[in-house]
């Protein structure tokens, strides 16, 4: 009920009622969204990483073909096209092989609601808003699904609980500063909500 005037109720001034300029809406949204769906993520970054093993055994298959063809057998001590071919397909092979490991922890991984008590833990989704106002959505999770997905309307960047930004988070509440060193500045957020 707006406060009554001594002459009837308080005339709106820039189309605002008294209550509303005496309580501007806050720029930052304290209440969680509702079009966000936290158990597709997982299935989300699972795909992703299946799809980047995918091409990662291809080119790894590339070039050691490359590397074996005997076309590309080494004819003196400049002619090095076999060998570079074999240290790329040595290093396409380690990394399918760390896709794969990823690939077993998230099948794994199970996140669980954010808990008041226990605060930011791994597998919350968290709303972060930073000194000027740009608000970004993260998904902590287990190593090796650092990654960009949208769920529903909104853009979530996964990162693991080890990353600088993910250790800085884990433990905090809603309303807590999370702040972590990037280069010779400091970043600092705070935490809108968290799922």
Sequence with gaps: MEPRHRYGPQPAVNGQSMTERQNPPSTKPSRRPSTMDKSSLPQQVLARLADDL???EH?????HETATHEENIAENKYDT???EASYLATGQARRAEAIREAMAQWRQFRPRPYDDSQGIQLGALVCLVGSDDQQQQLFLGPPGG??????GDAHVQVISGESPLGRAMLGKFVGDEVSIQVGPTRQQFEVLWAL
């Design 146 to 151: 650092s990654m960009s997905l949208a769920s």
């Design 59 to 63: 080119a790894a298959r590339t070039a």
């Design 54 to 56: 995918q091409q990662t």
């Design 81 to 83: 096209l076999g060998l």
